[in-house]
């Protein structure tokens, strides 16, 4: 998905050999993550580093974000920082080094498609609110982060589906 943050490569008139840094910062678009939203704080600042090889340029990107949304066990909100540290080559044409990048188009660099994927790929596999988040009551849906375990008890379920909450617990 194209963004509307593009960098134009020939305006930076880079020679074989030649880099360029940027500094900048835009607001990505959310991420999608197990289902749940994402948001990464705004203004997202990052450095661009861009080399020009023989045949097309290379590209390293550091960043720092926060994500913030719901934690993926209790859905009380959650922000977690991560940091991008990603390479990118494109040399079309390049030969035996003929490499393309997903975000270059038409000379461009889109940075701002480069790091929402960078963003997704820099998250963790569990976003939570805290590491030892215990989640949500199986029986009555209580986040337990809030109930003391040893106070937080449900009768004991008779019936068929007795022993389903110790079931779902696990
Ligand atoms: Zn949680
Ligand atoms: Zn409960």
Redesign the pocket.
Known sequence: MASKYRIDLSNLALSPGEGRRLDGALAPEPVDLGGETYAAREPMEYRLEISRTSSGHAFHLQAEATLAGPCMRCLADAAVGVEIDAREVDQPGGGDEELSSPYVEGGQLDVGAWIHDALILAAPARLLCRDDCAG???????S?ND?DPAE???AEPEGPFAGL?DLLNQ
């Open positions: 949500l009551c199986a029986v009555c849906g209580a337990l109930a937080h008890r449900h909450g």
